[in-house]
């Protein structure tokens, strides 16, 4: 609603952050892109996959931003992004401009019901990956997002963070 977005950016002012990430229903972005404009704070969109219509994936994201402000952006969830049945290296670069944030986690499959693993025993490249955002210049955050185990995920949360960050150091 146009209540939650107000609560949302008033918040953020409030917080002292620059980057909201979400994901408005389509026909609020106009009212979030004003928001946008008056607070100077950016919104990075989140994609979701095939599970839910609403920005399956980082082109709806663009169709739905690309004549809107600059503030207006992507937050691409890779998993989500393979399990859509894209590429998300290929994404990184074709919507470099407008990637603000991305949230890394790996998947067992490039479908629907592909699960979450330990980063570097699924499916994703890596390596590709960070060539992309070597190539783009990217300059934002990559956070771990890891849906698998949730009562005992340090182990695989760590395992994670350690294959990103030695895939980092090798390319």
Same mark, same amino acid.
């Given at each position: 609603?146009? /209540?939650?977005?107000?609560?949302?950016?008033? $918040?953020?002012?409030? @917080?002292?952050?620059?980057?909201?990430?979400?994901?408005?229903?389509?026909?609020?972005?106009? $009212?979030?892109?004003?928001?946008?404009?008056?607070?100077?704070?950016?919104? /990075?969109?989140?994609?979701?996959?095939?599970?839910?219509?609403?920005?399956?994936?980082?082109?709806?994201?663009?169709?739905?931003?690309?004549?809107?402000?600059?503030?207006?952006?992507?937050?691409?969830?890779?998993?989500?992004? +393979?399990?859509?049945?894209?590429?998300?290296? +290929?994404?990184?670069?074709?919507?470099?401009?407008?990637?603000?944030?991305?949230?890394?986690?790996?998947?067992?499959?490039?479908?629907?019901?592909?699960?979450?693993?330990?980063?570097?025993?699924?499916?994703?490249?890596?390596?590709?990956?960070?060539? /992309?955002?070597?190539?783009?210049?990217?300059?934002?955050?990559?956070?771990?997002?890891?849906?698998?185990?949730?009562?005992?995920?340090?182990?695989?949360? @760590?395992?994670?963070?350690?294959?990103?960050?030695? @895939?980092? @150091?090798?390319?």
């Amino acid at each position: 609603t146009e /209540a939650a977005v107000d609560q949302a950016f008033e $918040y953020a002012k409030m @917080a002292g952050v620059k980057m909201i990430v979400g994901a408005p229903e389509y026909n609020l972005l106009p $009212y979030v892109e004003k928001k946008v404009k008056k607070y100077d704070i950016r919104l /990075a969109i989140h994609n979701h996959g095939p599970d839910n219509p609403l920005y399956p994936n980082a082109t709806d994201i663009w169709n739905h931003i690309k004549d809107m402000d600059p503030g207006m952006g992507i937050c691409i969830d890779i998993g989500h992004t +393979v399990r859509d049945g894209q590429d998300p290296s +290929v994404d990184v670069e074709r919507y470099a401009t407008r990637i603000f944030d991305i949230h890394t986690k790996d998947v067992d499959g490039a479908t629907k019901d592909g699960k979450t693993v330990e980063t570097g025993r699924g499916i994703i490249d890596f390596p590709k990956f960070i060539a /992309a955002l070597r190539k783009t210049k990217y300059g934002g955050k990559c956070s771990l997002e890891f849906e698998k185990e949730m009562k005992d995920n340090l182990p695989g949360i @760590a395992e994670s963070i350690g294959y990103f960050k030695g @895939a980092m @150091a090798c390319g």
